[in-house]
């Protein structure tokens, strides 16, 4: 099984910058869909970003697109989540998941296959 840890999270200002990672136990290029989801003081989990095997496909929420960009480091087995122009409203818990994959096509937002491996999460607070 592959493990999942995260790290990056703080405390920001609005319009800031930061950049989570999520450091794998195994090599994950070739073989999980991986992804990004937060969840909000009081709200449920909700899906942020995710990429494919062989990063043939990304995708992303409508509340983060054009500000947060998803890319892996396969030298280093890493996940990141780069997030700018960050606000209030992106305050939340964020984990990294990750879950098997032979095709790049079933890796987006609203693929109903769960996510078997979790992250412990990393706290992003957005505040001035």
């Known amino acids: 099984e592959v493990q999942l840890v995260e790290s990056g999270g703080g405390l920001v200002q609005p319009g800031g910058s930061l950049r989570l990672s999520c450091a794998a136990s195994?090599?994950?290029?070739?073989?999980?869909?991986m992804a990004w989801f937060r969840q909000p003081p009081g709200k449920e989990r909700e899906w942020v970003a995710s990429?494919?095997?062989?990063?043939?496909?990304?995708d992303y929420s409508a509340s983060v697109k054009g500000r947060f960009t998803i890319s892996r480091d396969t030298s280093k087995n890493t996940l990141y989540l780069q997030m700018s122009s960050l606000k209030p409203e992106d305050t939340s818990m964020y984990y990294c998941?990750?879950?098997?994959?032979?095709?790049?096509?079933?890796?987006?937002?609203?693929?109903?296959?769960?996510?078997?491996?979790w992250g412990q999460g990393t706290q992003v607070t957005v505040s001035s």
């Open positions: 998941a990750a879950r098997r994959s032979s095709s790049s096509s079933d890796c987006f937002g609203g693929s109903p296959l769960p996510y078997n491996f």
């Open positions: 990429i494919s095997i062989y990063d043939i496909r990304t």
């Open positions: 195994e090599y994950t290029y070739s073989t999980y869909c």
